[in-house]
């Protein structure tokens, strides 16, 4: 439960950033009234679609899991030669029929 709740939260954030992100790329300065409107008007948005923040987790947890398995894909690759032509790894011989 700590984990959805710290979650929530970084979305939450993630969200207040990016709204003064685009107040900022607007060529707004946000001054504190402004940024009181802005975070009034996510917390409104979010309180009428919380969906948007599940779809937001969702999306950073799948995001974390390619980066994961790309991250395990590239050590695989990167010690392959060990792995599978090891001079001193015992072979295992097919036993012979008859």
């Known amino acids: 439960m700590t984990f959805r709740r710290a979650s ?3 979305g939450l954030t993630i969200v207040l950033v990016f709204g003064l992100c685009v107040a900022a790329l607007a ?8 940024r009181q ?3 009034t008007v ?4 979010l309180r009428a679609h919380p969906e948007v923040v599940l779809e937001a987790l969702r ?3 799948r995001r974390e899991q390619e ?10 690759r990167a010690h392959l030669a060990r792995l599978t032509q090891d001079p001193g790894a015992p072979l ?7």
């Open 8 to 10: 929530v939260g970084i």
């Open 27 to 34: 060529g707004e300065a946000p001054d504190a009234s402004r």
């Open 37 to 39: 409107e802005i975070e």
């Open 42 to 45: 996510v917390r409104e948005y």
């Open 59 to 61: 999306e950073m947890e």
């Open 67 to 76: 980066r994961q398995r790309a991250q395990r894909v590239e050590a695989i």
């Open 92 to 98: 295992e011989e097919t036993p012979k029929a008859g």
